[in-house]
């Protein structure tokens, strides 16, 4: 999900950072100060989880978590993920410097696209609430799949090719984390109901 | 009756954590190979240049492609790695040479070999041809004695260096290339984040503090 530096064109890049950074500044200010230990603590967790590899298939892909940031934070997603992935660009050279306002657009903007869908739902009984998380977690890293393939697009490769292979890559990737999203919905509502939206 | 159903509960959030945890320790545990970030490292033997392309972790990438340029960024040639992740081409030009590998989905990584490493191909080259001209003039002169002259003793003795080093100059090379997230590095990000949320208390605090000491002046 990480794209590399020097990948993409000069306007797919600074269009990248101006969405991130209206994202990143609505996340802000939604984001009122009792909340800030709760986005930390997700961004820690989005942090480290791109160090939990799935290799299945001739790749391997990690997991993003998104889902989950998204259903909890709303568009908090943004400034989250942006933190996160500005130290894994510093110290694991993921990603890179210039990329990270296309890559917090392509994690985020699913995240905060999943929690317009799915915020209600999760409030609902147990049934409906758990295959709602199920399916905010893997449409989350299924639309973010499918924005990397967007991104590739304005550079020379082929939109449906790109989206196909990065989709197929993920496809462990979304069931792990639908799994991973309704165990914590489930988990959240037993414990701490006040975190999911209403 | 309450407390029994919440004991339940209790338990099944155990089971759930349980589960969790063990899913955490299973993928964590299958090993360690990531297509988020790919190295390609080249290095010049004789009038070759050789290059290994892998993603963190060590998988090799098939396929990828190469295209090599050079100093002022023309394109100079273009090949796919094979299935061991290598792809070797001949010295085209005496210039600092910048490789680039893309691995697809987004992921590139690049290379350069600067001018100075070249400089020594093209000497030992000039200095094969010329040792070849030379040649049959040297074999009357050695057939006095089996000792070699020092021109030939030095080109037998690089190339067998640079066979003998081959391995060296390729884990010399990954070591300073590789940077697999450490232990270290992990925590520290959790540090930068837990300090963000410090300073964000900080000012919430100062905030509160500051509506404190209006209603008491109020």
Redesign the interface.
């Known amino acids: 999900m990480h794209i590399s530096e020097g990948v993409l064109s000069g306007p797919v890049l600074i269009s990248g950072i101006a969405l991130a950074a209206v994202g990143v500044a609505v996340g802000l200010k939604k984001l009122d100060y009792d909340r800030i230990p709760r986005a930390a603590i997700l961004s820690a967790s989005f942090f480290v989880a791109s160090l939990i590899h799935v290799p299945i298939g001739p790749s391997s892909v990690h997991l993003i978590l998104n889902g989950i940031i998204g259903l909890i934070l709303g568009w908090g997603a943004f400034p989250v993920i942006l933190v996160a992935l500005t130290l894994q660009a510093m110290l694991f050279q993921f990603g890179g410097i210039t990329t990270l306002g296309v890559n917090t657009v392509i994690m985020a903007l699913p995240a905060v696209f999943c929690y317009y869908l799915f915020g209600r739902l999760v409030g609902r009984q147990p049934c409906i609430a758990l295959s709602a998380a199920f399916v905010c977690g893997a449409l989350s890293v299924f639309l973010s799949a499918v924005m990397v393939g967007l991104a590739l697009t304005f550079t020379d490769e082929n939109f449906l090719k790109v989206s196909y292979l990065v989709v197929t890559a993920h496809l462990p990737v979304m069931i792990i984390e639908g799994i991973i999203t309704a165990f914590c919905v489930a988990f959240l509502k037993k414990v701490q109901s006040d975190m999911l939206p209403e | 009756m309450k407390k029994s159903s919440s004991n339940k509960?209790l338990k099944?959030?155990k089971r759930?954590?349980g589960?969790?945890f063990f899913?955490?320790v299973y993928?964590?545990g299958?090993?360690?190979?990531?297509?988020?970030?790919?190295t390609i490292f080249a290095w010049v033997e004789g009038n070759r240049v050789f290059t290994e392309s892998k993603?963190s972790?060590g998988?090799r990438v098939?396929q990828g492609d190469v295209i090599v340029y050079d100093s002022d960024g023309n394109q100079l040639l273009k090949g796919k790695t094979d299935d061991k992740g290598e792809f070797s081409f001949g010295v085209p030009k005496k210039t600092s040479l910048k490789i680039?590998l893309?691995a697809?989905?987004?992921?590139?990584?690049?290379w350069t070999i600067p001018v100075s490493d070249l400089e020594d191909v093209a000497g030992s080259q000039t200095k094969i041809t010329s040792s070849r001209k030379t040649a049959p003039k040297k074999t009357e002169k050695q057939a006095e004695g089996p000792h070699l002259s020092s021109n030939e003793m030095r080109l037998t003795v690089e190339e067998a260096l640079d066979k003998r080093l081959r391995p060296v100059m390729k884990l010399l090379v990954e070591s300073l290339e590789q940077?697999d997230?450490t232990f270290s590095?992990?925590l520290?990000?959790?540090g930068?984040?837990?300090g963000?949320?410090g300073v964000?208390?900080y000012?919430?605090y100062r905030?509160k503090s500051a509506e404190i000491d209006g209603k008491k002046t109020d």
């Open positions: 509960n099944r959030c759930g954590f589960l969790i899913i955490m993928i964590a299958i090993g360690p190979a990531l297509a988020h970030k790919v993603f972790g998988k098939h680039v893309m697809g989905m987004g992921h590139r990584g690049e940077h997230p590095d992990i520290g990000g959790i930068y984040i837990l963000l949320l964000a208390a000012f919430n905030r």
